[in-house]
């Protein structure tokens, strides 16, 4: 049973392309998270939603749009795509409580050529 | 703003040897400070995590973590390493009391020879 889970795990476009990677979380938990690891293994935020609320967001460019049907999905929608944006995105979530820990998933490996 | 930095962009220790893992943070207030390990491939996994208390922290896979906050340090630590044991440890910080933004080192990667 996996906490959180991303789909699809690996994502290979055409610069200029809209996709979305999904996100699903079954731990009842009431934030969750949008990462971006660099190829230098840098990790950054980028969004957090609160039940279905956004919460952070990390002067991330309009073409990347998150979307919390509910409480347990985030959903990161990417439009025009860029060489850029090739990373891996990764999802996570926490209870409502700053001292909360965070839960990853296991990433999207993003390759934008 | 608060930031943590990882001095070593690698560290090599024998099979059997201890190993330490280098964090130090800056804060305003107090810091809530955390350590996670990402194996190739894969996401992030906790380790442990200070919030307060006891200054010795022990957390998954044998791992503690000594909070030190006259040196401002936040050292991973396991008494014997493991070949299994190598991978990418992250440290991180909260960005402040009442956020739930992780402030992530530039990570350090573990190498345990055999």
């Known amino acids: 049973d996996t906490a959180v889970s991303q789909t699809p795990k690996y994502l290979v476009t055409q610069m200029g392309n809209d996709k979305s990677i999904k996100c699903e979380q079954n731990?009842?938990?009431?934030?969750m998270y949008w990462y971006k690891q660099d190829s230098k293994k840098f990790l950054k935020i980028m969004f957090s939603?609160?039940?279905?609320?956004?919460?952070i967001n990390e002067t991330v460019p309009n073409r990347f749009s998150p979307k919390s049907p509910d409480k347990a999905h985030l959903n990161l929608h990417i439009n025009s795509l860029e060489l850029g944006d090739s990373a891996v995105y990764f999802c996570?979530?926490?209870?409502?409580?700053?001292?909360?820990?965070?839960?990853f998933g296991p990433g999207t490996r993003l390759l934008v050529l | 703003a608060q930031s943590v930095a990882q001095p070593e962009d690698q560290v090599n220790v024998a099979e059997g040897n201890p190993l330490t893992v280098k964090c130090t943070y800056s804060?305003?207030?107090?810091?809530?400070l955390f350590w996670y390990v990402q194996y190739p491939n894969r996401g992030l996994q906790f380790l442990l995590k200070?919030?307060?208390?006891?200054?010795l922290v022990k957390g998954s896979y044998g791992f503690e973590a000594e909070f030190n906050k006259s040196q401002t340090s936040f050292h991973l630590k396991k008494p014997s390493a493991l070949v299994s044991d190598s991978a990418l440890y992250f440290c991180?910080?909260?960005?402040?009391?009442?956020?739930?933004?992780?402030?992530f080192g530039t990570g350090t990667r573990l190498q345990v020879f055999p």
């Open positions: 731990l009842g938990h009431d934030t």
């Open positions: 939603y609160n039940n279905k609320e956004l919460i």
């Open positions: 200070y919030i307060t208390g006891d200054n």
């Open positions: 804060v305003s207030g107090n810091p809530y």
């Open positions: 996570a979530s926490s209870q409502d409580n700053s001292q909360e820990t965070q839960y």
């Open positions: 991180a910080v909260r960005d402040g009391v009442y956020t739930d933004k992780l402030i």
